[in-house]
C-alpha cells in the first residue's frame, strides 16, 4: 500500500524517442509535483497540480508536458528525448491544508537517454 | 524571491563525533523550513518540520530568524545516518511550491 508510487522505476531510451512516466498517490491528497534530480542532486520543481488543475510551471522545455486525469494521478510526457534529460524524477503529492506536514515523495524513476 | 543556500556539499565526520549541516535561507516573509533525507537510490523522506520542533533520528534544527538559518544538528553520528540531506523552504504566502537547497552528503565514517 505505497503512498505515493511511480512507474517505471527505471527507463533508457535512444534520443528522439516519446515516453511517459506515471505517478499515483493514494493518500487524498489535493497537490501534485514533478521534481527533476539532476546529476548533481540537485532538486528542482517542474509543475505542481492541485485538483486537476496546473498552479505550477516553472521553466521547462515545452517537450515536458504533465497531465492530471484526477486527483491521485498526474502523469508526465516527454517528447524528443535529448541526452540532457537523463536524470531521476520524483514524483511528490501534498495537500494544502497541511502543508507544514511537507511532501510526501515516490521512489523515482531514474531516465537514461543515449 | 526565494533562495536555499547549504554551503557544504560533502560532509565527512567520523562515527561518534557531533555533526552539524548548515542551512541559510533567503526570504522576506515568515517561512516553513523542512530537514529532508535522501539514503541512497531512495526516496526523499520528511525528516524534520521547524514548526513541530521535533527530534528525529537524534536530530534537531532550530530556526533562527536573525541569522536566516536552519541549521541540523546530531550530537553523535551514526554510520546509518549517511545520506544526502536537503533543508527546503515554503514561501507563507506561495501555494505550496516548496524550494529545496543544493544537497549536502553526509558521510559518518566508522
Known amino acids: 500500500d505505497t503512498a505515493v508510487s511511480q512507474t517505471p522505476k527505471y527507463l533508457v531510451t535512444q534520443m528522439g524517442n516519446d515516453k511517459s512516466i506515471k505517478c499515483e498517490q493514494n493518500?487524498?491528497?489535493?497537490?501534485m509535483y514533478w521534481y527533476k534530480q539532476d546529476s548533481k542532486k540537485f532538486l528542482k520543481i517542474m509543475f505542481s497540480?492541485?485538483?486537476?488543475?496546473?498552479?505550477i510551471n516553472e521553466t521547462v522545455p515545452n517537450r515536458f508536458s504533465p497531465k492530471s486525469p484526477d486527483k491521485a494521478h498526474l502523469n508526465l510526457h516527454i517528447n524528443s528525448l535529448e541526452l540532457g534529460d537523463s536524470a531521476v524524477y520524483f514524483c511528490?503529492?501534498?495537500?494544502?491544508?497541511?502543508?507544514?506536514?511537507?511532501?510526501?515523495f515516490g521512489s523515482g524513476t531514474r531516465l537514461t537517454v543515449v | 524571491a526565494q533562495r536555499v543556500t547549504q554551503p557544504e556539499k560533502l560532509l565527512s565526520v567520523f562515527k561518534g563525533a557531533p555533526v552539524e549541516l548548515k542551512c541559510n535561507y533567503s526570504?522576506?516573509?515568515?517561512?516553513?523550513l523542512f530537514w529532508y533525507v535522501q539514503y541512497s537510490r531512495q526516496r526523499l523522506q520528511l525528516l524534520l518540520r521547524?514548526?513541530s520542533r521535533e527530534s528525529i533520528k537524534g536530530f534537531t534544527a532550530d530556526l533562527n530568524k536573525g541569522e536566516t538559518s536552519f541549521h541540523l544538528k546530531k550530537p553523535f553520528a551514526q554510520e546509518e545516518d549517511s545520506a544526502m540531506y536537503y533543508c527546503?523552504?515554503?514561501?507563507?504566502?506561495?501555494?505550496?511550491?516548496?524550494?529545496f537547497g543544493p544537497g549536502t552528503s553526509l558521510s559518518v565514517i566508522p
Open positions: 511528490a503529492s501534498s495537500t494544502p491544508s497541511r502543508a507544514s506536514y511537507g511532501y510526501t
Open positions: 493518500l487524498g491528497h489535493d497537490t
Open positions: 497540480y492541485n485538483n486537476k488543475e496546473l498552479i
Open positions: 526570504y522576506s516573509g515568515s517561512p516553513e
Open positions: 521547524h514548526i
Open positions: 527546503a523552504l515554503k514561501a507563507e504566502t506561495s501555494y505550496d511550491k516548496v524550494i
